[in-house]
């Protein structure tokens, strides 16, 4: 991995004090950090990529050395299956510099949780099941890929606990509901219900509890945030407008297996998602089932 130190802002006149960056590539990704050295342009060398001319120089140089050491360690430490990303370098020199704790990060946390959900009970003192653990993930993701969102916007964003107020938390609020994180084959984006979005956000404010049992400094407006469902609208059909779906012929085997998909959760009350779990779908109905129909009710 190059390790090299830029100058920032090279169109400042010469006597302003500009930042120093450290840039590096690894596995084709770039990332910078922002080491807190500041000089004038004519105490920097572009060649050696030092600062000179500085009464200061060795120990402003000596910090420039310990970055890079660090960030080498980063790429020591960094598994061969995973990606680099510009806020796990950012946390491991702060880390390193003790500006933060280790595992007291936002995403530490978000990734804790995730890792314990296996072990956790519900609240029928039941293991969570997988299709909830999916759930958590699909938050999390949706969480970086908002992050990276804002970041476009607003350079340097990140999300923390202790500034993810409610203005943030109807922004992520939104962008749930808008799909932002999620695109169908079209490139376009995909729009949530509201009780799904706050199921998620439910979710999300998971995070905030374990960091706050952690001890960590959070807004605390997710407390009084409006999560509320919407009341859904029941919609119902008569027996004989059932009936008549029982008797059509569909015209392709799509909207066939949809019907009798349909036929057999009426006259089952299993959900959609029951009905997925099925090992065997039922090609045909026994009409017997429906004999002395007399037009108006159905005598299953």
């Known amino acids: 991995m190059n390790i090299n130190f830029y100058l920032l802002d090279a169109k400042k006149s010469a006597n302003t004090l500009r930042s120093v960056y450290l840039v590096c590539y690894l596995k084709n990704q770039q990332l910078r950090y922002n080491t807190g050295v500041h000089v004038l342009a004519s105490q920097w060398d572009l060649n050696r990529m030092r600062v000179v001319n500085h009464k200061d120089k060795n120990v402003l140089n000596g910090k420039l050395n310990d970055l890079a050491a660090i960030a080498r360690k980063y790429e020591d430490k960094l598994p061969l299956t995973e990606k680099p990303t510009q806020e796990t370098f950012k946390n491991f020199f702060w880390v390193r510099l003790k500006v933060i704790e280790e595992g007291r990060t936002f995403f530490s946390i978000v990734d804790s949780v ?25 938050v999390a993701k949706a969480l970086h890929k908002f992050e990276e969102e804002k ?31 999620m695109t169908n084959s079209k490139r376009k984006k995909t729009k ?41 609208q029941n919609v119902t059909i008569t027996d004989e407008e059932f009936f008549r779906i029982y008797q059509h ?26 009905l997925e779990t099925l090992q065997t779908i039922i090609s045909t109905f026994p009409k017997e089932r429906f004999r002395g129909f007399n037009g108006k009710q159905t005598n299953p």
Not at 117 to 138: A, G
Not at 152 to 178: H, I, N, S, V
Not at 226 to 231: A, E, G, R
Not at 252 to 268: D, G, P, S
């Open 114 to 138: 995730l890792e314990n959900l296996p072990t956790q009970e519900n609240r029928n003192h039941e293991l969570i099941s997988e299709k909830s653990i999916n759930k958590y993930k699909l």
């Open 151 to 181: 970041r476009k916007k607003q350079k340097g964003f990140q999300l923390e606990f202790k500034t993810f107020d409610g203005k943030l938390l109807k922004e992520f609020d939104w962008y749930l509901a808008m799909g932002g994180d």
């Open 192 to 232: 949530r219900s509201q009780n799904t979005v706050v199921r998620y956000m439910e979710n999300l404010f998971h995070f905030f509890s374990e960091a706050e049992r952690k001890g960590i400094d959070i807004c605390k407006d997710y407390q009084t945030y409006d999560n509320s469902k919407v009341k859904p």
């Open 249 to 274: 012929k569909a015209s392709n085997e799509r909207l066939e297996n949809v019907r009798q998909l349909f036929i057999i959760a009426c006259t089952t009350g299993l959900r959609y998602s029951d």
